[in-house]
């Protein structure tokens, strides 16, 4: 098998109430290559709550990539020197969010619309560490929907020091959709991104939006220097693992996974965490065969769940697969 990821990545993006810490352990153990995002965090957040449990991560989980979604400079520079004091890769500025709580706060997407904002805070930002400090945004917002506006927008944070760019390949309406609508109604422009690429060679483009198979993220890749998917990567985390050919590997099994996941299980359990919650995010993981309405079933709705139950839910449905397959080869 060839490994076309020289210079390259493949990321998961960041995802409010997805890419938790528990999705992130869960998702690694499909592919040690890929980045794994946070969810976005607020400067707020970190800086007045619950700082320890907002950016605690299993150390398996490098390389792992902190979103902030902030525009004060100063509190930004303060999270960016936490984030690199934790032992984070990379920090990402957020600018494609577009639910209404960010844009009161004048940030997310909204900063879209302040290209000289965003770069003041890449410059000051970058200049407290030494890990990269990225922006992963839209191509425009609302009237500001022009390619040489994306354009503008990527030069002026290039020129204060970012490298990598990750472009949610359509426009965001602030008003009048959804965040959910703003994922899916905008129409998606890869040719936009395959150009800023072509117009910054010495830039790390990195494209998301839409992208659902592996031979989707092939292509792209040969346009860009990244594919970011998000849904995809929850809602059928096995992607990660078919995912391994781009580095010449093969897939890793669902049973080894498993075996991995349950002793983080045992301990989650052990340090009082509630297994339901973490269960929510291993529902994927059947994805596409016979028995993952089961497997769901299983395992969502619970107020109470055992880490056994899950095993036997997980061996159950290993039976339903393989019946299935014996059945198939019996009529072949
Ligand atoms: C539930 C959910 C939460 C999201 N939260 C964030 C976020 O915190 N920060 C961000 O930049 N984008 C967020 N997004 C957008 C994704 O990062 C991504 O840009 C978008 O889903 C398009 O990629 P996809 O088609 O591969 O899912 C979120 C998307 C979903 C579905």
Redesign the pocket.
């Known amino acids: 098998m060839l490994d076309i990821m020289h210079n390259k990545r493949l990321s998961v993006?960041?995802?409010?109430?997805?890419t938790t810490t528990d999705y992130r352990y869960f998702a690694r153990l499909f592919n040690p290559h890929v980045y794994l995002y946070t969810?976005?965090i607020s400067t707020g957040a970190i800086l007045h709550g619950n700082t320890d449990r907002l950016l605690r991560y299993d150390d398996i989980q490098h390389p792992l990539v902190l979103?902030l979604g902030g525009a004060d400079i100063g509190e930004m520079s303060r999270c960016t020197v936490i984030a690199q004091q934790r032992g984070f890769d990379e920090i990402n500025i957020?600018v494609?969010?577009p639910s209404d709580k960010v844009q009161h706060n004048k940030i997310g997407a909204c900063l879209m619309a302040e290209p000289d904002t965003v770069a003041s805070l890449v410059r000051h930002m970058q200049a407290e560490v030494d890990i990269p400090v990225t922006v992963?945004h839209r191509i425009g917002i609302d009237e500001y929907d022009s390619y040489e506006f994306m354009r503008d927008f990527v030069a002026a944070s290039a020129e204060a020091g970012c490298q990598r760019f990750i472009v949610?390949a359509r426009i965001a309406w602030l008003q009048g959709l959804s965040p959910k609508q703003n994922?899916e109604i905008p129409p998606l422009r890869y040719d936009d991104v395959y150009r800023l690429k072509q117009e910054f060679p010495e830039l790390d483009i990195e494209i998301?939006?839409?992208?659902d198979s592996i031979e989707q993220i092939k292509q792209h890749l040969q346009q860009v220097d990244g594919v970011?998917?998000?849904?995809?990567a929850y809602h059928n985390p096995y992607i990660l693992s078919e995912a391994m050919q781009l580095w010449g590997e093969p897939s890793i099994s669902r049973e080894h996974i498993l075996d991995k996941l349950y002793p983080y299980l045992e301990q989650q359990v052990a340090n009082g965490e509630p297994l339901p919650s973490i269960a929510r995010h291993l529902l994927g993981l059947f994805q596409g065969l016979p028995g993952a309405r089961k497997w769901r079933q299983a395992l969502s709705g619970k107020q109470q769940l055992s880490v056994d139950e899950i095993k036997a839910a997980a061996d159950y449905t290993f039976q339903l697969i393989h019946k299935a397959e014996q059945a198939e080869q019996a009529d072949s």
């Open positions: 993006a960041p995802m409010i109430d997805w969810e976005m979103q957020n494609g969010c992963k949610h994922r998301n939006g839409g992208i970011m998917i998000g849904r995809a």
